[in-house]
């Protein structure tokens, strides 16, 4: 059975940093599409990067416009991990952080930017950015 699991929000003043991380475990292939999302008070869920890996290798990570500069996401494919750096986080940015596997990314891209093309996902961890 597919277990996702996010960890290290919290809460953090502007200007900060923050990383957070999404422990993968109970899918059989190593094979997948992996996404950070993110979903803020009364806004639909966002997907902020995804990237498409075979477990030894990673095809180049895809940031959304909202993402991109700020964000950086990586894996390590030892501890099936995939992480989410937040640099420079404001208030904006308060929302529940999701990570989500699914077996392939959709062609193209950017339509695994929708939450509808996963169906695993993690309970989420919450990040709040206030001063």
């Known amino acids: 059975q597919a277990n996702l699991m996010e960890s290290g929000g919290g809460s953090v003043q502007p200007g900060g940093s923050l990383k957070l991380s999404c422990s993968i475990s109970?899918?059989?292939?190593?094979?997948?599409?992996l996404g950070w999302f993110r979903q803020g008070p009364g806004k639909e869920r966002e997907g902020l990067a995804v990237?498409?890996?075979?477990?030894?290798?990673?095809?180049?990570?895809t940031y959304a416009n909202i993402a991109k500069g700020r964000f950086t996401l990586s894996e390590d494919n030892a501890k099936r991990t995939l992480y989410l750096q937040i640099h420079n986080p404001n208030p904006e940015d308060t929302a529940m952080y999701y990570c989500?596997?699914?077996?392939?990314?959709?062609?193209?891209?950017?339509?695994?930017?929708?939450?509808?093309?996963?169906?695993?996902w993690g309970r989420g961890t919450q990040v709040t950015v206030s001063s």
């Open positions: 109970g899918l059989p292939s190593p094979a997948l599409c």
């Open positions: 989500a596997a699914e077996p392939q990314c959709a062609r193209p891209i950017i339509e695994s930017f929708s939450p509808h093309q996963y169906k695993h």
């Open positions: 990237l498409s890996t075979t477990g030894s290798s990673t095809v180049p990570i």
